[in-house]
């Protein structure tokens, strides 16, 4: 088949124009209703829906989530194969009106802080518009579309990993809500989420101190030693904690603490060496306060592995869709929106991206460019990173939100519901299904991808970063469970 990427990008605009009002309408559909993770019925049902509409064959239950699903399109012998992720969760707490100003829909209601409504949307589009042109130009290959709950947590595609959910497939894309139109080439952190429960013995704290062991002296003396620990770890890892129970009343020397980890580093072996040191706090800790401790494991994920091969391809599709073509009502509501976002934090946050001074005086990115630092570590964590150490899988970024706005924030959520958000999103579905095609028709640089993966992994086979016999924490959301 001998078609450019100029055409190619044709096509898939008449492709993604026939669809895209129902498309805006779905992802307004997931804004509005703003489930979080492993709660997401709704959203997950109005995508396999729409998915089976167009003749994919949908198997829920992925991974044990009910939410998770695995979208499939066959032609002929089904190979090379494309997978594309989504995601469709909310965030506690961030509710928010299509307003320039803070006002939550509901109060204290999750909201699309992260601008999920958009991922899942735009990579469910990707995979239909693909599947549209295999058909028209006839030609053989499988597109997957996956469904993956509760990113937000670490949960979703960590368990669908363990379950062989991403195996078989020769490549695999995605995206994020973004300020920039740009492919992601820097790694994000491995992780591990651990709780950690302290037992001691309670007392009066008055009348009997001395017969008591309190547990929330070990969760503050783990913490002090944490906090130590900091000095001499690696520079690129992350090490943070809340304490999610620290006794009842003062007068009562507290038998129960407990306290919530986050451990991150650049590599799943650093991130488990450094989890051992924190284990090693958590050991001393009890010791010193005749307490005991155990764990909780929540989830690990690991750290995305980039695959320049097909970052380049996602460049070139990226670039020959263009940036969303903002109109006037986008860039005054951008304005008024980036009016509530402190202009010392917007020119900190463009600082950090090493962007061009030009972008200082923007609103909304309005062209596509190449990383501004490549390489740069984001010290976040995506399960996506677990996806990346199966198939080679790259991932892009568009503008959807103004210049400098926060991620998981009100401001975030306001404008994944606004025409920002649907015109970063429908962008994002055409790179994708260019680059999606390109790959199916073009073998050798799925070649090319799979050595630069089978480098970098060297030869590694994947192994879930979660403990034996570990379960999603679905049966702690169900009412009868
Ligand atoms: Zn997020
Ligand atoms: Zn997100």
Redesign the pocket.
Known sequence: MSTTVGSLRDRVEAIVSGHQARWVHLADRIWEHAEVGLHEYRSARLQVEELEAHGFRVESGAGGMPTAFVATYRRGDGTPAIGFLGEYDA?PGLSQARSPERRPLKEGAPGHG?GHNLLGTAAMGAAVAVRYLLEEFDLPGTVRYFGCPA??TLVGKVFMARDGCFDGLDACLTWHPASLNMVWDGPSLAMNSVKFRFRGRASHAAADPHHGRSALDAVELMNVGVNYLREHMPPDARIHYVITRGGAEPNVVPAEAEAWYYVRAPGRDETEELYQRVLDCAAGAALMTGTTFETEFLAACYNTLINHTLNEVLHRALEAVGPPAFDDTDHEFARRLSESVPPAQKAAALRAAKAPADLFDKVLHDRVDRPFDPGRIGHGSTDVGDVSWIVPTAQLGTACVPLGTP??SWQFTAAAGSGIGHKGMLTAAKAMAVAGLELLTDTTLLEKARAEFLAATEGQGYRSPLPEGAKPPVHQLEPDG
């Open positions: 965030l992260c990113e937000e991620g998981h």
